[in-house]
């Protein structure tokens, strides 16, 4: 029986990995199969001409075989789709794996509570491993971690210039082959209008997501491969069936013998055979490690290879093409309507993966204090991770259009293009070598090979699309220069702004000796207090109860923050303390999320937060209630002018009595209680401050004992939470800092023109914390705050 379960499971494994490998040829695969629109037409362009002995088509065939085979194929599903940050895939997952297992991040408003997160797993426990020299070195140079961050914000601009590039060139190669159709004048006029028209479209329909149309992708680009693989096989039987041949490496040598400068030059071309392949890694939260694997290795692949076979085999056979060489000109004439429309199809479909992922990566750089705030907008509540940007969707149109307009050619546009997709692949062979160093711990050696090998190839490539930089490259380079302006801009001023917060925040008995006899008024009402800081009183706080001297009667001090991690699961976001004695109604609520989470709606958000407080009240009391049973607990108890510890809040339901038991333990782990009456049950983790001895905790109470302090613990508790439910119910008000950062006087010109102009010209045009947050106008306090850094 267990034999036969077993296999029943593994089928059901099989046909999910079947089913999402066949789901991802319309997400992944898009941007990579339509390559075969362009390559030999970019390579062909300028720098070489294709000769009656065929060597210039049977070298190029080689090096678009082993290119394809040595860099999507072994480099990316053998190596570099293993890397995954929980299932997650790109740059940033990679930087988020380095930073847990080396403390190289330059995020501010880290805690030790933050490793607790089930998701944020290490390879291996850090006392038991050693730490390699490659680690103490880079924790040792502050230097390195800024270079790391800037080579990871290098790959992500490039990202986001190759979601301007490849809509431009998958779209207007598979519109060019209207050339064969009509006369070089009317074509002229027809091509740059229609392209145009299709991107306009392209754009106006992201906001509706892609989830809408999600179920015509894979079908279009299984028709796609299926239909270059076939012409492809077609051009091989009849055309050339030795083509096969030109698969050795020995073509390579022989192409690059004859054509010397000017094969180098062309590699530049060669190289766009595997553009979208780093979408493989960038998408591999939506489906799996397998399906990914399955989908490339069985159907996209061999396709491919077929469809550039068969293109070599046709162009070996005809010389003299009465029109420049393009795929359109191996398709048979009988065919050629229904594959132009296919291939249109087809580069919309690839176009509109490119943009997904762009809108991806701009949100995880916004959660990562790396962008400056844009509104954020999840079109579907079942699929994750699918979202729209509206500025940066706008954006990306004007560039695309003026993109075609201003190349209005493949060349050009394939060079600009090539340079981008390099740049990402060799940053992400940089970030996977460290992660074999840091993460799966491997000998050093075997990294260097892997980036000797890899960036070899790589940078071969890169340098080839260098030379093209009068001809197209120069636009990724300068998109990514303003871009990386932009976004190194705004981390340091955000860094430098936490550090002010952190040096001037005020002591926590400061907030207790506010009282009636200083004129301090408590006014009903629940008022949420946003800040950075983890511990202690903001400075904007203090500024706003100077000035008007009075705060709620319930205080909450909330810290949004992202921590390293692609999920954090929501049992586990809310940590939850109280700021003084209970006596003073302020707590303190950090809510975490990672880099991929959805952000809650004010709404459900102040709702859960009320929640989270019931339920931490009635932890703390039940604590509270043992504490006065334990001597050795009591001067805890009673510490009233420190902060309590924080405690993981989870979805716990506090009804009966709970059961508790003592259990000492020397591990840096946390507290967990266990509710018997509760079917299923979330743990509740404390947390102990940093470099503090911990000790797991599980209490124990009778109910027959001391029910005298039980009844006037129970009064407290009650109201308590009357005094929630009263403050809830007058209102919540939302208390913002209203920033101005200035550069300290004596800094460098750069910094000053960095800080006083670049920055606040950003912050005062992009969107404001309390559009970022979703706070209603009619419940928001701001205080202006100026930052002096």
Same mark, same amino acid.
């Given at each position: 029986?267990?034999?036969?379960?077993?296999?029943?499971?593994?089928?059901?494994?099989?046909?999910?990995?079947?089913?999402?490998?066949?789901?991802?040829?319309?997400?992944?695969?898009?941007?990579?199969?339509?390559?075969?629109?362009?390559?030999?037409?970019?390579?062909?362009?300028?720098?070489?001409?294709?000769?009656?002995?065929?060597?210039?088509?049977?070298?190029?065939?080689?090096?678009?075989?082993?290119?394809?085979?040595?860099?999507?194929?072994?480099?990316?599903?053998?190596?570099?789709?293993?890397?995954?940050?929980?299932?997650?895939?790109?740059?940033?997952?990679?930087?988020?794996?380095?930073?847990?297992?080396?403390?190289?991040?330059?995020?501010?408003?880290?805690?030790?509570?933050?490793?607790?997160?089930?998701?944020?797993?290490?390879?291996?426990?850090?006392?038991?491993?050693?730490?390699?020299?490659?680690?103490?070195?880079?924790?040792?140079?502050?230097?390195?971690?800024?270079?790391?961050?800037?080579?990871?914000?290098?790959?992500?601009?490039?990202?986001?210039?190759?979601?301007?590039?490849?809509?431009?060139?998958?779209?207007?190669?598979?519109?060019?082959?209207?050339?064969?159709?009509?006369?070089?004048?009317?074509?002229?006029?027809?091509?740059?209008?229609?392209?145009?028209?299709?991107?306009?479209?392209?754009?106006?329909?992201?906001?509706?997501?892609?989830?809408?149309?999600?179920?015509?992708?894979?079908?279009?680009?299984?028709?796609?491969?299926?239909?270059?693989?076939?012409?492809?096989?077609?051009?091989?039987?009849?055309?050339?069936?030795?083509?096969?041949?030109?698969?050795?490496?020995?073509?390579?040598?022989?192409?690059?013998?004859?054509?010397?400068?000017?094969?180098?030059?062309?590699?530049?071309?060669?190289?766009?055979?595997?553009?979208?392949?780093?979408?493989?890694?960038?998408?591999?939260?939506?489906?799996?490690?397998?399906?990914?694997?399955?989908?490339?290795?069985?159907?996209?692949?061999?396709?491919?290879?077929?469809?550039?076979?068969?293109?070599?085999?046709?162009?070996?056979?005809?010389?003299?093409?009465?029109?420049?060489?393009?795929?359109?000109?191996?398709?048979?004439?009988?065919?050629?309507?229904?594959?132009?429309?296919?291939?249109?199809?087809?580069?919309?479909?690839?176009?509109?993966?490119?943009?997904?992922?762009?809108?991806?990566?701009?949100?995880?750089?916004?959660?990562?204090?790396?962008?400056?705030?844009?509104?954020?907008?999840?079109?579907?509540?079942?699929?994750?991770?699918?979202?729209?940007?509206?500025?940066?969707?706008?954006?990306?149109?004007?560039?695309?259009?003026?993109?075609?307009?201003?190349?209005?050619?493949?060349?050009?546009?394939?060079?600009?293009?090539?340079?981008?997709?390099?740049?990402?692949?060799?940053?992400?062979?940089?970030?996977?070598?460290?992660?074999?160093?840091?993460?799966?711990?491997?000998?050093?050696?075997?990294?260097?090979?892997?980036?000797?090998?890899?960036?070899?190839?790589?940078?071969?490539?890169?340098?080839?699309?260098?030379?093209?930089?009068?001809?197209?490259?120069?636009?990724?380079?300068?998109?990514?220069?303003?871009?990386?302006?932009?976004?190194?801009?705004?981390?340091?001023?955000?860094?430098?702004?936490?550090?002010?917060?952190?040096?001037?925040?005020?002591?926590?008995?400061?907030?207790?000796?506010?009282?009636?006899?200083?004129?301090?008024?408590?006014?009903?009402?629940?008022?949420?207090?946003?800040?950075?800081?983890?511990?202690?009183?903001?400075?904007?706080?203090?500024?706003?109860?100077?000035?008007?001297?009075?705060?709620?009667?319930?205080?909450?001090?909330?810290?949004?923050?992202?921590?390293?991690?692609?999920?954090?699961?929501?049992?586990?976001?809310?940590?939850?303390?109280?700021?003084?004695?209970?006596?003073?109604?302020?707590?303190?609520?950090?809510?975490?999320?990672?880099?991929?989470?959805?952000?809650?709606?004010?709404?459900?958000?102040?709702?859960?937060?009320?929640?989270?407080?019931?339920?931490?009240?009635?932890?703390?009391?039940? &604590?509270?209630?043992?504490?006065?049973? !334990? *001597?050795? /607990? $009591?001067?805890?108890?009673? @510490?009233?002018?420190?902060?309590?510890? #924080?405690?993981?809040?989870?979805?716990?339901?506090?009804?009966?009595?709970?059961?508790?038991?003592?259990?000492?333990?020397?591990?840096?782990?946390?507290?967990?209680?266990?509710?018997?009456?509760?079917?299923?049950?979330?743990?509740?983790?404390?947390?102990?401050?940093?470099?503090?001895?911990?000790?797991?905790? &599980?209490?124990?109470?009778?109910?027959? !004992? *001391?029910? /005298? $302090?039980?009844?006037?613990? @129970?009064?407290?508790?009650?109201?308590? #939470?009357?005094?929630?439910?009263?403050?809830?119910?007058?209102?919540?008000?939302?208390?913002?800092?209203?920033?101005?950062?200035?550069?300290?006087?004596?800094?460098?010109?750069?910094?000053?023109?960095?800080?006083?102009?670049?920055?606040?010209?950003?912050?005062?045009?992009?969107?404001?914390?309390?559009?970022?947050?979703?706070?209603?106008?009619?419940?928001?306090?701001?205080?202006?705050?100026?930052?002096?850094?």
């Amino acid at each position: 029986r267990v034999a036969y379960f077993g296999i029943l499971l593994q089928k059901n494994s099989w046909r999910t990995s079947l089913l999402l490998a066949y789901q991802s040829l319309g997400v992944v695969y898009g941007d990579l199969s339509t390559s075969p629109l362009y390559v030999y037409k970019s390579t062909f362009a300028e720098d070489i001409q294709h000769s009656e002995t065929n060597e210039e088509i049977f070298g190029v065939l080689s090096f678009v075989f082993w290119t394809l085979t040595l860099v999507p194929l072994f480099k990316y599903v053998f190596v570099v789709l293993r890397a995954d940050d929980n299932g997650e895939g790109g740059t940033f997952a990679l930087y988020s794996l380095i930073c847990r297992h080396a403390r190289v991040s330059l995020l501010p408003n880290r805690q030790v509570a933050d490793e607790a997160l089930s998701t944020y797993k290490l390879e291996h426990h850090p006392e038991k491993k050693s730490s390699s020299g490659v680690k103490l070195y880079l924790e040792k140079h502050k230097v390195l971690h800024t270079a790391l961050l800037i080579l990871v914000l290098l790959g992500t601009c490039m990202v986001i210039g190759d979601g301007v590039l490849t809509p431009a060139i998958s779209v207007f190669s598979a519109v060019s082959g209207l050339e064969l159709s009509m006369s070089k004048e009317h074509h002229q006029y027809a091509v740059i209008p229609i392209t145009c028209f299709i991107l306009v479209c392209l754009f106006a329909l992201q906001h509706y997501g892609t989830h809408r149309v999600g179920f015509f992708f894979a079908p279009i680009v299984l028709t796609w491969l299926l239909c270059i693989s076939s012409l492809g096989i077609y051009n091989i039987i009849y055309w050339n069936p030795h083509v096969y041949q030109a698969l050795s490496p020995y073509y390579m040598f022989k192409f690059l013998k004859k054509t010397r400068k000017g094969g180098w030059m062309s590699l530049g071309g060669i190289l766009l055979c595997i553009t979208g392949s780093e979408a493989m890694f960038a998408d591999l939260g939506h489906f799996s490690y397998s399906a990914i694997q399955t989908a490339f290795t069985f159907l996209v692949y061999p396709a491919l290879i077929l469809a550039y076979m068969g293109q070599a085999a046709y162009l070996s056979q005809h010389h003299h093409t009465s029109y420049q060489i393009s795929f359109y000109v191996s398709v048979p004439e009988s065919v050629r309507w229904p594959v132009l429309i296919i291939a249109i199809l087809a580069s919309v479909v690839g176009s509109q993966a490119i943009i997904s992922g762009t809108f991806s990566i701009i949100n995880q750089s916004q959660s990562l204090s790396c962008f400056p705030r844009v509104k954020v907008i999840h079109t579907s509540d079942k699929i994750h991770g699918q979202i729209y940007i509206p500025e940066i969707n706008w954006v990306l149109m004007i560039l695309c259009i003026a993109v075609t307009i201003g190349f209005r050619d493949t060349k050009h546009m394939g060079n600009a293009s090539g340079l981008a997709v390099m740049t990402v692949m060799l940053v992400t062979t940089c970030l996977t070598s460290l992660v074999i160093i840091l993460c799966w711990h491997k000998p050093p050696i075997v990294a260097l090979f892997f980036l000797l090998f890899f960036g070899s190839i790589e940078l071969l490539y890169f340098s080839a699309s260098l030379t093209k930089f009068t001809e197209g490259a120069w636009l990724p380079i300068l998109l990514a220069l303003f871009l990386m302006t932009i976004m190194f801009v705004w981390h340091y001023a955000t860094i430098k702004k936490y550090e002010f917060d952190l040096h001037n925040k005020v002591s926590l008995e400061w907030l207790l000796a506010l009282g009636p006899s200083l004129g301090i008024a408590r006014v009903p009402g629940i008022g949420l207090v946003f800040t950075d800081l983890t511990s202690g009183i903001p400075a904007n706080f203090s500024r706003f109860v100077t000035n008007l001297p009075a705060f709620h009667r319930v205080l909450v001090f909330v810290c949004v923050k992202s921590v390293p991690v692609p999920f954090v699961p929501p049992a586990e976001r809310y940590l939850v303390g109280r700021v003084g004695p209970a006596a003073h109604r302020s707590y303190r609520c950090i809510v975490r999320y990672g880099y991929r989470d959805v952000h809650q709606d004010v709404d459900s958000f102040e709702s859960e937060l009320v929640s989270k407080l019931a339920d931490f009240i009635h932890y703390d009391w039940h &604590r509270s209630q043992h504490s006065s049973h !334990s *001597e050795e /607990d $009591v001067s805890h108890s009673n @510490e009233s002018t420190s902060e309590c510890r #924080l405690a993981v809040i989870g979805t716990v339901a506090f009804s009966g009595t709970p059961a508790y038991e003592i259990e000492e333990s020397v591990e840096p782990a946390s507290v967990s209680i266990g509710f018997s009456t509760v079917e299923s049950v979330t743990d509740v983790i404390e947390m102990e401050p940093v470099h503090a001895v911990e000790r797991r905790v &599980r209490f124990a109470i009778d109910d027959d !004992s *001391e029910s /005298d $302090v039980r009844t006037n613990m @129970e009064l407290h508790l009650r109201e308590e #939470l009357q005094d929630l439910l009263a403050a809830q119910e007058a209102g919540t008000a939302f208390i913002l800092g209203h920033s101005h950062v200035r550069a300290k006087q004596g800094s460098s010109v750069f910094k000053r023109l960095a800080i006083n102009f670049g920055y606040n010209f950003l912050r005062r045009n992009c969107r404001g914390p309390d559009v970022a947050l979703k706070v209603p106008p009619v419940s928001l306090l701001e205080v202006g705050m100026v930052y002096v850094v």
